[in-house]
Each structure stands twice: as structure tokens, then as C-alpha cells.
């Protein structure tokens, strides 16, 4: 994270998250590139609807337009599914051979403790979804190929195609699901910007002397928590990100993070899956709020 980064305000970053250019953004090379092309298309959106009414012909070419450009995408997604399993297994090698093997197993405790609470967040979704009328065996009939494909690629953005096509099927309103879609792969990460910060910093905390089951430590750590998935929206490599802010505002040491660096692509891959499955959740949840019903298919 760039020391500007650092110093920018809250009123600040939320002002850099709207997009001076969208052209620009659409090239993800800002920070919050990401969260500027949603709110570029929420607006495309909303001058759409302004216009379906009064010119007809003309709204009809944009959305022709829009929907043929999602069937491209979406074929292109189903092309890299074919090769995924090749592509991580690559990945999963050069990490071993770059990367001191000793060192490596030396963070298996690490790796299974992030892993048991990414679980134990994962069953926590599987309750809400339940109670907004999405029983776990029904939903993860239909969205484990989802939830695979972003385990294994940890692409956030690159499952977000299949996320909506998925919330389709289960009758959540389009509208929704692109939403929350969107923002769960970039303020709303429940992997990245949630468990993860929360695992590296009880861990840092104990090396500190300070005790992280605190009600007043924890209290604190989960607002800068809440706070830092704001500031690392759009920004790669988004877990260490966020346990870097994160560290840094409660006043810990952030250079213990480089100690997690090597089964970083691993645990990434859980925290992918989950940051999607937060993006269903919010969608349930607003479904239920709206009293939509939920169901298996349309």
C-alpha cells in the first residue's frame, strides 16, 4: 500500500471511489477501479430506465447491445473454466519451487487456522441463507460449481458472470444479484476484507502482549476492520491489504504479515469462495427484507 494511500481520510476514499473517468476504470489500473465501473453502470443503468419509455428504438439498441456482450463474456468464462484446473495446478507448483518448502509447513497451523475460520464464516452464511428460505443442501446443489470456480481460480471478479447466472436460477431479481455481486468483489469481501485481517491480527496481537478475546480490543479491531474494506476496494491482493491497514491503524507491527506471504495463494483461494458466497448472502437478505421468495429455479 502506497504511503498516499495510507493518509487519505475516510471522506477521502470514498470520494476517490466515484470515477473521474470510467474509460480509465475499465482498465483496473486505480485502487477502486472496480467500485468506479459499478458506479458508472448504476448510472448507465438508471439513464436507461429514464429513456426505455420515451425512445423505444433507442433503448432497445442499448440493451441488445448489453445483453450480446454478456453472452460473449459469459462464453468466455466457460472457456477458462475448461482450463482452470491446469492453471491453478501451475500456480500451485511455481509457489512451492519459489518458496522455501520448510518455511512452507512451518505455516500449516496458520494455514488450517484460517481455513477453520473461513469454515465456520461459510456456515455462518449457510444459517442466513437458510433462514431466507435457501436450504443448504438446495443451495449448494446449485452454487458449488460457482463456488469451485472461484476456489480454484481466486477471482473474485472473474466468478462474478457465473454468481449472477447462478442468483438467476435461484429467483433473486437481477438487479440485486448484479449488485451485490459487484460489491462482494470489491467493499463487500467477507474473505479478504472480514476473517482474514481478523486471523492475522489476533495472531500479531498475541506476539504484542495483548490479549485479542478483549471485549474493548475486539470492538475496536472489528470497526478498523469494517473501515478497511472501504479503503481496499478494487485494490489487488486485497487480503494482505487489508491486514497491513488494518495492523497498521490499531498501531501493531504490519511487517509480521510478510511472515504469511508464502501460503498467501492458498489461502486466497478460500477467501475467494467466501467473498462470493457473501455476495449471495446480501442478496438473500434483501430478497427477504423485500419479501421475494426464493426458490430452487424460476
Known amino acids: 500500500v502506497s504511503g498516499g494511500e495510507q493518509t487519505l481520510t475516510m471522506p477521502q476514499k470514498i470520494v476517490a471511489i466515484f470515477p473521474s473517468n470510467p474509460f480509465f476504470d475499465l482498465t483496473g489500473q486505480r ?3 472496480t467500485l468506479g465501473v459499478v458506479i458508472f453502470a448504476v448510472f448507465l443503468g438508471i439513464a436507461y430506465l429514464k429513456i426505455k419509455d420515451k425512445k423505444v428504438k433507442e433503448a432497445k439498441l442499448f440493451k441488445d447491445i448489453v445483453d450480446s456482450a454478456y453472452e460473449i463474456v ?3 468464462v466457460r472457456l477458462f473454466i475448461s482450463y482452470a484446473p491446469y492453471a491453478v495446478l501451475t500456480i500451485m507448483i511455481a509457489t512451492i519451487v519459489n518458496n522455501d518448502v520448510t518455511a512452507v509447513l512451518k505455516l500449516a497451523k496458520f494455514f488450517a487456522v484460517a481455513y477453520i475460520g473461513m469454515l465456520a464464516m461459510f456456515l455462518i452464511q449457510l444459517l442466513i441463507l437458510t433462514i431466507c428460505g435457501l436450504p443448504p443442501v438446495r443451495y449448494l446443489s446449485k452454487a458449488f460449481p460457482v463456488l469451485a470456480f472461484a476456489f480454484i481460480t481466486a477471482s473474485s471478479a472473474g466468478s462474478m458472470p457465473m454468481n449472477i447466472e447462478m442468483q438467476d436460477e435461484l429467483n433473486i431479481p437481477r438487479g440485486v444479484s448484479s ?6 468483489t470489491s467493499m463487500g469481501m467477507n474473505g479478504c476484507a ?10 500479531v496481537a498475541m506476539t504484542q502482549n495483548i490479549n485479542p478475546i478483549d471485549p474493548q480490543f475486539l470492538l475496536y479491531a472489528g470497526l478498523v476492520i469494517a473501515l478497511t474494506s472501504f479503503g481496499i476496494a478494487g485494490t489487488g491482493g486485497g487480503g494482505t491489504v487489508a491486514a497491513i491497514i488494518s495492523l497498521s491503524a490499531l498501531g501493531l507491527p504490519v511487517g509480521l504479515v510478510g511472515v504469511f506471504i508464502a501460503v498467501e495463494p492458498l489461502i486466497d483461494m478460500g477467501r475467494t469462495a467466501l467473498n462470493l458466497n457473501g455476495g449471495v448472502v446480501a442478496s438473500a437478505v434483501t430478497c427477504k427484507v423485500n419479501r421475494i421468495k426464493l426458490s430452487q429455479s424460476k
Open 31 to 33: 485502487a477502486s477501479a
Open 74 to 76: 459469459m462464453s468466455v
Open 179 to 184: 449488485l451485490a455481486a459487484s460489491f462482494a
Open 194 to 203: 472480514g476473517v482474514y485481517p481478523g486471523i492475522v491480527i489476533a495472531i
